[in-house]
């Protein structure tokens, strides 16, 4: 189990990087405040209205950098520090929420997967990690160990899948967040700046979970594979 402790060991260096960083780029845009005077919370209306969506509404949420998108519900989930302030890091992060109910109202194939997932993933999220030490504590006296591994290593993979499907629909929410910021000439150049950046420090995290997920995965399998 060493190997696995220095993966996990170093995706918890990086990803706690990734995760301050993120909280510092929002921190110091958060200070580039908009020129035009809007809130997040606006900024998130007009988008909406912008793109034709009247049936989404938009509502505040506790907590930091807790926002979202809720499709059953049809409702942009803002932090508190986002639906009132009036900021670039703001403005990026609401046009961000909107980006998904775009591609929701536009049934945008990678969020589609990815809802059509998320029953068998909460399950297998739940389940994998037990399963797997089930697996290697058995394996030591019984051949049943290792197709109890086995049966793990799939549920991870769901997982796994999971965070790479995540990928292409968090960096086109960002995309068409961008877009629409500056089409509609929303922000000056410095804000847009400031905005891009917050969204790309805020894909990065995503990209780690999957590529962590992923080394993980190997691990298991190579666990697996050497001991067929």
């Known amino acids: 189990m060493l190997g696995y402790y220095v993966i996990a060991g ?10 301050n960083k993120l909280k510092s780029k929002f921190k110091e845009y958060s200070q580039v405040h908009l020129k035009n005077g809007m809130s997040g919370k606006e ?24 926002d979202h998108y809720n499709p ?9 520090g986002v639906y009132t302030q009036r900021n670039a890091a703001a403005a990026a992060v609401a046009a961000h ?8 109202a536009q049934a945008y ?5 990815r809802s ?38 799939i549920l991870f993979a769901a997982g796994t899948l999971f965070s790479f499907i995540t990928l292409p629909v968090e960096y086109d929410a ?20 400031a905005a891009e950046d917050s969204l790309k420090w805020a894909a990065r995290t995503y990209v780690v979970a999957a590529v962590g997920s ?12 050497g001991r067929r």
């Open 116 to 153: 059509q997932l998320v029953p068998m993933v909460s399950v297998a999220s739940k389940l994998s990690q037990w399963v797997i030490l089930g697996g290697l504590v058995l394996m030591a006296s019984t051949a049943m160990g290792s197709t109890i591994l086995l049966i793990g290593i």
């Open 43 to 66: 900024i998130a209306e007009k988008m909406l209205y912008d793109n034709g969506i009247t049936d989404v509404k938009v509502i505040s949420t506790p907590g930091m950098l807790t």
């Open 214 to 225: 992923l080394a993980t995965l190997l691990y298991f399998v190579s666990i697996y594979m």
């Open 10 to 19: 170093l995706i918890f260096i990086v990803s706690m990087y990734v995760s």
């Open 72 to 80: 059953a519900k049809k409702t942009i989930n803002l932090s508190e």
């Open 174 to 193: 960002s995309k068409r967040a961008l877009v629409w910021l500056e089409t509609e000439n929303m922000l000056t150049a410095n804000e847009h700046d």
């Open 97 to 104: 929420e909107c980006g998904h109910a775009v591609q929701h």
């Open 109 to 113: 194939s990678w969020l589609t997967m």
